[in-house]
C-alpha cells in the first residue's frame, strides 16, 4: 500500500515535469530553432567560401618594423569605406583585427557590418568585406536587438541569454526526468508486485 503511494506521487510528479517540459518547447520553439540555425552557420563560417565570413588576404610583410602606423591605416579604411561603400556610413569603429601573421589589419566598422582589410605595410586595399558572421553572432546571442534599438551595455543580450540558458537548462533536466521517470517507477512496480 505504501509503495503503490509512492508510485502514484512519481507518476504525478512525472506529469507535471512532462507538463513543464511540454510548456517550454511550445513557448520556445521559434528561439530554440534561431539558435540552433545560427550556431550551425557560426560553425561552418570558415568553410563557407565567403559566403558567411571572408577569408583573411594576406599582406607583404609580417614584421611590425616595416608596417606603416595604426591611424594612418585608419584614415587609409575609412576613405575606403567612404569612396567604395556609402558616404553616409558612420566611421565609428567597433574594433581592429591585427593579423601579424598575414601581415594584414581588418578594421571592422560598426554600421552595417563592413569590414576593410589592408596590407600592414603599404595600406593597400586587400579586400572590402559585409560581415555577416558578425550579423549571424548578434542574432545568435540576441544582441541584434540591442544593435538596432540602441540600447548600452547590452541589456536585451544580458536578459536573453540569462533566460534561453535557464531555459535550455530546464529543458535539459526536465527531459532527463522524463527519461529516467518511467525506469524508477517500473522499477518501483515490480518491487510492489514481489
Known amino acids: 500500500m505504501k509503495k503503490n503511494t509512492k508510485v502514484k506521487k512519481q507518476a504525478k510528479f512525472l506529469r507535471f515535469i512532462r507538463k513543464i517540459h511540454r510548456t517550454l518547447g511550445a513557448v520556445l520553439f521559434i528561439f530554440f530553432f534561431f539558435i540552433s540555425v545560427t550556431g550551425i552557420l557560426l560553425g561552418w563560417k570558415k568553410n563557407t567560401g565567403g559566403i558567411i565570413q571572408a577569408k583573411s588576404y594576406a599582406g607583404i610583410s609580417t614584421d611590425f618594423k616595416h608596417w606603416l602606423p595604426v591611424d594612418s591605416l585608419h ?5 575606403v569605406l567612404r569612396d567604395s561603400v556609402s558616404t553616409d556610413l558612420s566611421q565609428e569603429l567597433d574594433r581592429i583585427d591585427i593579423k601579424k601573421n ?3 589589419i581588418k ?3 560598426a554600421e552595417d557590418f563592413w569590414g576593410i582589410q589592408l596590407d ?3 595600406g593597400k586595399l586587400l579586400h572590402i568585406e559585409e560581415r555577416r ?3 549571424i553572432e548578434k542574432v545568435h546571442d540576441g544582441s541584434i ?3 538596432y534599438l540602441g540600447t548600452t551595455g547590452d541589456q536585451i543580450k544580458l536578459l536573453y541569454t540569462s533566460i534561453m540558458g535557464i531555459s535550455l537548462l530546464m529543458f535539459t533536466i526536465t527531459g532527463f526526468w522524463l527519461w529516467y521517470g ?3 517507477m517500473r522499477k518501483g512496480k515490480r518491487a510492489t508486485t514481489t
Open 75 to 79: 584614415t587609409i579604411a575609412c576613405n
Open 102 to 104: 598575414k601581415g594584414m
Open 107 to 109: 578594421f571592422i566598422f
Open 120 to 122: 600592414g605595410t603599404t
Open 133 to 135: 558572421s558578425d550579423f
Open 145 to 147: 536587438l540591442d544593435y
Open 182 to 184: 518511467p525506469k524508477r
